[in-house]
């Protein structure tokens, strides 16, 4: 029987700036040097515009590659804030991780927020501490900053060994053997003693990660308790249970420039990281059950499509990671969303920007699927006599939104931004039902400016985004009763309407009632949903800045009519007069959209946030503390938040973020509706009450 491969799938997160996509790179130049880039550049992987331009990930980049007999599929993930919904995504698909901790910047730099993510989707992962040759890096106090600002127990494998110029090599806490480099060959080391001058911090942490290792397993707890020493095997496999457990972090070093510890690196992720048999594969079956599936190669297919993107030329490219059973070239699966068939013509591996034809992939593997009918991210694929629906990928909130405008018209723009939302769903486009504006929204200010420079590109269509228009609505604080009288002589038939209408308010949110409170047949039954067509017909446009008008009743009480003149059109009109002038007379103000907020910050940002909430006219709701900061939860006027995600951001440089969604309308404050009247009023947006004929 033929050994099993071993195959790691796993995705590699960071804040921005830690030197992930530089590590991907350098992982890729020890299993191949002729596929990697030979002076370490980054091009290669992030080669999109957009990315070469701002020189930081934007999607997620699969990368596949052998190494000693071992696969490896690796997810480069974005480090930047509005794009980590792709990072849910990719650890969704993937079986564990590896966090990059800049050497140089720390933990603090952005780290928190990707690590609640990896946290949050308990995925085993180890984390490495990148950039060990950079000139102001300190291994020791990246060190602190991961326990201090991520909250969690740091666990040393590797202490580096630094001479007067460089770093000498990696102390290996498991068999206490130093890898010595030698300044040249990229990622070599040989194996020698730990110098003396590092020994006695060595054994202490080696000490420190035994105890840690024993801790997360019964079996090694009782053996380290009786006093027996841990076998490396045995101390690997609780550093793996720990991991997976996320009771501690793991910490290697590495040097994406000079190649130290880079090799070891894949070593770790063998050991440390688990493999995709170890992960059940479970969904629900066509009735909605849920069902658990073998994650083996001769178990029924199923595969998740991570990441789509239309080409021009090639059309749609999907990548799939597969979790069970094993999908060949020609073979035709099921997609459960759509309940249609797919066949599979060609399968492709991932190499960079190019791509290499292979015959079959297995549970663990990405593999690249084109010209497929109607795959979306997030999909599912599978056998289709025995079809499974996996998890799909989660959708949050989207915070920010803005208007679009386009020069080729609403149409071009919409059909460019569509097939964009194909390739990225955490965006979404909408058509505002109070403004009429079409609205982008997505997860942060640079997550949209991305997407209209991949309009533009792709498309051809320029786009330009602008600040959304306030839902204001206006209402009444008062009862109010008015004549609507409507006379008109012509020749031959007139038309004559006449209607009294009392308003009342409601409460708020209760939205437009009509009540006939009509006796004695001053209006003939037939004309009473006239007046009410006709009331319902104004509210579009109330009397004091041209907004909707919600949450009043309108009684109707009296009228008259005429034997020949009266009409359906005739009391639709004087509904809508005795509407205008009786609204008038009701203390009418405006109300304004009010959000919802939940802030994440750090500790020490909270006063400087909340002083900003407050400039905001926000209400804040309360405080909750969080493993690795503050939730404060707020309500806000959506004309003060329309640029929190940058305000945020500078505030709390990076480390912030926050979730808004519409909450509820308030009163706007009379100085500033006063405002907003005139404004509208010399835009010509308020209509004047119908005079009587």
């Known amino acids: 029987m033929a050994n099993p491969r071993v195959i790691r799938t796993f995705s590699m997160l960071g804040a921005d700036g830690a030197g ?12 191949d040097a002729k596929r990697a880039a030979p002076d370490g550049s980054t091009a290669r992987l992030d080669a999109e515009p957009e990315e070469k331009k701002r020189n930081f990930t934007l999607s997620l980049h699969p990368e596949s590659f052998e190494e000693d007999g071992r696969s490896f599929h690796v997810l480069d993930c974005p480090g930047f804030a509005a794009f980590l919904t792709e990072v849910e995504w990719a ?40 950039r060990l040759d950079h000139e102001q890096a300190d291994f020791h106090e990246a060190l602190e900053d991961i326990e201090s600002s991520l909250k969690v127990k740091a666990i040393p494998l590797q202490l580096p060994v630094f001479g007067p110029e460089r770093v000498k090599g990696l102390a290996d806490l498991v ?98 990281l688990p493999g995709p048999e170890a992960r059940a594969v479970k969904g629900r079956d066509p009735a909605g059950k849920e069902t658990v599936r073998s994650a083996a190669p001769d178990a029924p297919f199923s595969g998740q499509v991570f990441k789509t993107t239309i080409d021009h030329f090639a059309g749609r490219i999907d990548y799939l990671r597969v979790f069970s059973g094993t999908l060949r070239a020609d073979a035709t699966v099921v997609n459960p969303r759509t309940r249609t068939e797919e066949r599979i013509g060609h399968l492709y591996r991932t190499d960079g920007a190019q791509t290499v034809e292979v015959n079959e992939a297995e549970p663990g593997d990405f593999v690249v699927l084109v010209k497929l009918k109607d ?32 020069k080729a018209g609403d149409d071009k723009a919409a059909a460019a931004l569509q097939k964009i939302i194909e390739e990225d769903p955490s965006l979404e486009l909408t058509r505002s039902t109070e403004t009429g504006e079409m609205l982008l929204q997505g997860m942060g200010q640079a997550h949209l400016d991305v997407t209209v420079e991949r309009a533009k590109r792709k498309h051809g269509v320029e786009i330009t985004l602008t600040p959304p228009s306030p839902a204001y609505l206006e209402t009444i604080t008062a009862a109010a009763k008015a004549q609507g009288k409507f006379k008109r002589q012509t020749g031959g038939h007139g038309q004559y309407g006449d209607a009294h209408v009392e308003l009342q308010p409601r409460a708020r949110g209760e939205g437009f009632e009509f009540e ?12 009473i949903p006239s007046v009410e067509k006709g009331i319902r017909g104004a509210l579009s446009s109330g009397p004091l800045a041209g907004y909707p008008v919600v949450d009043f009743r309108a009684r109707l009480v009296f009228g008259s009519y005429h034997d020949v003149d009266s009409s359906d059109m005739a009391f639709q009109v004087a509904g809508s007069m005795a509407f205008k002038k009786a ?25 400087a946030v909340m002083g900003d909430l407050n400039s905001r006219r926000a209400k804040v709701q309360g405080l909750e503390p969080l493993a690795r900061g503050v939730l404060i939860r707020a309500t806000c006027p959506h004309a003060e938040a329309m640029s929190y995600d940058a305000d945020l951001r500078s505030l709390t440089q990076g480390v912030g973020y926050f979730t808004m969604e519409p909450s509820h309308h308030d009163p706007v404050p009379p100085h500033i509706a006063q405002k907003i009247i005139e404004k509208r009023r010399a835009e010509g947006k308020v209509k004047g009450v119908e005079e009587e004929k």
Request: charged share 25%.
């Open 375 to 406: 795959a979306h991210t997030g999909d599912t694929l599978c056998d289709r006599d025995v079809p499974l629906a996996l998890p799909p990928f989660a959708q949050h909130v989207r915070p920010v939104s803005y208007a679009v405008h386009a």
């Open 516 to 527: 006939d409170a009509i006796v004695g047949g001053v209006i003939p039954r037939q004309f």
């Open 20 to 31: 992930k996509t530089a590590l991907v790179e350098a992982l890729l130049r020890v299993a």
């Open 175 to 272: 068999s206490m053997k130093l890898h010595a480099w030698d300044g040249k060959g990229f990622g070599q080391w040989t194996e020698a003693e730990i110098p003396a001058e590092a020994r006695e911090e060595a054994e202490r942490l080696r000490t420190a990660m035994v105890e840690a290792a024993a801790e997360s397993d019964d079996e090694l707890l009782g053996k380290y308790l009786d006093g027996a020493p841990l076998a490396e095997e045995e101390i690997l496999r609780g550093l793996a249970a720990g991991a997976a457990a996320q009771r501690f972090l793991p910490v290697a070093c590495a040097g994406a420039k000079s190649g130290v510890g880079v090799r070891e690196l894949l070593d770790l992720a063998v050991r440390i």
């Open 583 to 607: 609204v008038l007379e009701a203390r009418p103000i405006l109300l304004e959209p009010i959000m919802k907020l939940e802030v994440r910050v750090p500790e020490e940002y909270v006063g």
């Open 91 to 130: 650890l969704q698909v993937t079986d564990g991780a590896i966090l990059a901790i800049s050497a140089a910047d720390g933990a603090h730099n952005r780290a928190e927020r990707t690590y609640d993510v990896l946290a949050e989707s308990g995925r085993p992962a180890f984390a490495v501490i990148t």
